[in-house]
């Protein structure tokens, strides 16, 4: 199994109030399947993403990527983890100001050392970014950057993709686009998907959905 949830919590608490989002949640998710995460707003679902990512820590349970629990590897074998095996697309597309859309994709490919530039100029090309490759982020549409930020991601042909509302920032016609892009593009890398969606048609294109309330996932 690719990813194996276990029984995750998670509280936070801020002056004296405690909120439990997670309440024991159980999600597996097999190599190269797609899954879609719903849950109303505040349900817990970023929160979740973010533990899978080991951008955080359950306070109870494990997280497993291929039989290894993430919680029980210290910050730098899970910063090494999120560099080569899990890969995340946010809503916003956290792009570097500073580099050229070219350097901004092969950006964690060169931190992993991992860059393979055939991939990385077939991802450029597929993705619609050849004349933009020179251009600063700023430069760009919102479209086009989310496309930049789905290249750095699977430029190092991470085992595991994270994508939290995606194409959330983006109109309706540009959101088609770079969902249809991503899901081919992922399907080609072969990776599993973990995606936060409120859209019911989205979820429906991928292999499995999964529902999170009240703190637990069905
Ligand atoms: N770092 C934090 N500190 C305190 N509370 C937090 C923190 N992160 C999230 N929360 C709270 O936890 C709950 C779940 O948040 P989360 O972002 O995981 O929900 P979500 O399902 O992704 O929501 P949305 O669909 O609106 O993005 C919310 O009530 C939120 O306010």
Do not use: C
């Amino acid at each position: 199994m690719l990813l194996r949830a276990r029984d995750v919590s998670k509280t936070y608490s801020i002056a004296d109030q405690t909120l439990q989002v997670l309440r024991g949640v159980d999600l597996d998710l097999a190599a190269s399947e797609t899954l879609a995460l719903t849950g109303e707003s505040g349900s817990g679902k970023s929160t979740l993403l973010h533990l899978v990512g080991g951008l955080d820590v359950p306070d109870a349970g494990s997280i497993e990527i291929e039989g290894t629990d993430i919680a029980g590897r210290s910050d730098a074998e899970r910063a090494h983890l999120r560099r080569t095996d899990i890969g995340v697309v946010f809503q916003q597309f956290n792009l570097i100001p500073s580099l050229t859309v070219a350097d901004n994709i092969a950006f964690q490919a060169r931190l992993a050392g991992s860059a393979d530039k055939e991939w990385i100029a077939y991802l450029g090309q597929t993705l619609g970014l050849e004349d933009q490759l020179s251009k600063y982020p700023e430069q760009l549409s919102g479209g086009q950057q989310q496309r930049v930020a789905i290249g750095r991601t699977l430029a190092v042909r991470p085992k595991l993709v994270l994508a939290d509302e995606p194409t959330g920032n983006l109109d309706e016609a540009s959101a088609q686009t770079v969902m249809d892009l991503f899901l081919k593009l992922v399907g080609e890398t072969r990776a599993g998907l973990l995606l936060v969606t409120h859209s019911k048609s989205l979820a429906s294109r991928l292999d499995r959905n999964v529902h999170l309330s009240v703190g637990v996932v069905s």
